[in-house]
Structure formats: C-alpha cells, structure tokens
C-alpha cells in the first residue's frame, strides 16, 4: 500500500522517461519496426494524468529524453547493435529529427528537462546531483520502455540511494510479457510498482 509519506511532494520527482516519437508515435522508427503500439498509447494516457497530478501537487515533473549523435554514439552501442543485427538502431531519436521530439507530452515552465545519451537517466547526465540539489529522496518514474530506460533508470536510481516507483500502467513495453516480467523483476531488487491511481491518490492525500 502507497502512503503520502512514501512519496510526498516536497521530496519527491517525477520522471517521464523518452515518451518520444521515435518510441511510440505512428510513422516513426519503433511504428517502422512493426511494433505494437497499443500498449504505448494506453501507458501515455496514464503518465499524462500522473504528470498533470504533479504539477497539481507541487512535484516537479522533469522529462527525460535519449538524443544520439554519431559523435556520441558509444562504441560498446555500437558493437552491441552490430552484433545484434540492429546496426540501425544506433539512429533512434537523432538530434535534429522529429524523432527526437516528445510525443503527447509536452514540458511546462517549471518543469525540468534531462537529455541523455543511453538507457539510464542517470548515465552521463547531471541529473542525480540537481535531484539531490532539489533535496529529492523519491522518485515516481514512467514512460517508455519498461524494460530498457525505465529499467536501467530505476536501477541506477536505487543505486543513487532514491526511493524508487514506478507506474506500472503508465510505463508500457512493445508486448505485455515483456512489460510484465520487468516490472516483477524490479519489483524483486530494486522499485515498489505502483498504480497512477496510488500515486494521484497519495499526493492528494498529502
């Protein structure tokens, strides 16, 4: 059961993780790919109403994003990529693509903004010391997708020593399996799953 205490608004942030075009939108990459995009919609529907609760609630929404250069691209990606036969994959959410740019949502003044270059929100970016500057202890994150940047977010997270949830309904991955056998497995080391409805209700509560 979620308390107001486990995640009251003064110290705690939400993360929306690379809802993005390349992610989720019809006629972008992962559309291309032949991905389900069913489960993606019904996700961002939910994270709207959790970003909307936060701003309601005096938490700070801060929106997440991967933007790739060729310059940065990680050889260890790289190689990774070729030997996957996903060579073209290194391309996702390019800088200066509308791939990159957010789908559905939409950043707010006062809200903050991370631009990352891998999975993890954390890899790379300044993010964990402008939380900490926050005076952040917990983090509600969402977005796409569960099992690659949201997963590598909430891992990094629990190492950064953050109280971790996550929206279950508003993170989606390209099939429900998947989805589901992510979550149970960060439910078991690292981040308490949670419902958008638990989170409104907790920070209307607190």
Known sequence: MLSPQDIPPSRTALLVIDIQNDFGAPGFAMAHAGMALEPVESAISHAETLIAAARKAGVTPWFVRVVTRPETDSRALKRFMARSG??????????GTPGMDYYRVVPAAGDRQVEKLLYSAFAGTDLEARLHA???ESLVLCGLTTDCCVDATARDAFHRDFDVFIAGDACAAFDVTTHENALAILSTHCATPVTTRDIVTAWNAG
């Open 86 to 95: 996903m060579a073209e994959g290194i391309a996702i959410c390019r800088a």
């Open 134 to 136: 926050d005076g952040i």
